[in-house]
């Protein structure tokens, strides 16, 4: 079983920036094969914002392309999310999401509240 935690939601206003980090762990041996961050408003769908594989490569959703930096952090099985110019559509709930290998399983976050209002 892993564990999922996310860190680093609050309350920002527009304009402004928040750094969320996640991490994985364990107390078996396993392989991630990819790491993301979703994000769920009131009333809306649950939607992919940023991804990063096991190999390097990085997706983002349309509206967050050039203001979120998905990265991996300096501890093994950890990932953050780098976001800037924070708009009021960005407000929901960020889970992250990893997917490990040899057994493939996903495993969710408890997420965390990211609110941009003035």
């Known amino acids: 079983q892993v564990q999922v935690v996310e860190s680093g939601g609050g309350l920002v206003q527009p304009g402004g920036s928040l750094r969320l980090s996640c991490a994985a762990t364990s107390s078996s041996i396993f392989s991630v094969d990819r790491m993301e961050w979703y994000r769920q408003a009131p009333g809306k769908q649950r939607e992919l914002v940023a991804s990063?594989?096991?190999?390097?490569?990085?997706n983002y959703a349309e509206s967050v392309k050039d203001r979120f930096t998905i990265s991996g952090g300096d501890a093994k099985n950890t990932v953050a999310l780098q976001m800037n110019s924070l708009k009021p559509e960005d407000t929901a709930v960020y889970y992250c999401?990893?997917?490990?290998?040899?057994?493939?399983?996903?495993?969710w976050g408890q997420g965390t509240q990211v609110t941009v209002s003035s």
């Open positions: 999401y990893v997917r490990t290998i040899i057994p493939v399983r996903d495993y």
């Open positions: 990063m594989t096991r190999g390097g490569s990085r």
